[in-house]
Nanobody
């Protein structure tokens, strides 16, 4: 599976950004898709995930209620709508893919190249 993330950039606190991730390679619907992020000087952390068949979603506590993950199986794309952004959301965001059981862990096998989001006034 190859993953290509895009959509990062500069946003103001309270603003919104939408990230996209296009998948190619193995059948898109074989995998759960998700996002991780890594802030400067911090470990990589799980952000959100979406299961392919029933659309089951899961969020980290830090983004729940502010971020929304979705996917379009016809376009092989997963999205992360990020609202009410805070300075602590500043990070490089990585699109990931794997089985549901490991999608929240660093055992995830497939990673995109990352896209940077900076939240600053």
């Amino acid at each position: 599976v190859q993953l290509q993330a895009s959509g990062g950039g500069l946003a103001q606190p309270g603003g919104s950004v939408t990230l996209s991730c296009e998948a190619s390679g193995r059948t898109f619907t074989d995998y759960t898709m998700g996002w991780f992020r890594q802030a400067p000087g911090k470990d990589r952390e799980f952000v959100a995930a979406i299961e392919w068949s029933e659309g089951k979603v899961y969020y980290s506590k830090s983004v729940r209620g502010r971020f929304a993950i979705s996917r379009d199986n016809s376009d092989l794309t997963v999205y992360l709508q990020m609202n009410d952004l805070k300075s602590e959301d500043t990070a490089v965001y990585y699109c990931v893919a794997d089985e549901w059981v490991v999608i929240t862990t660093n055992l995830v096998r497939y990673w995109g190249q990352g896209t940077r989001v900076t939240v600053s006034s």
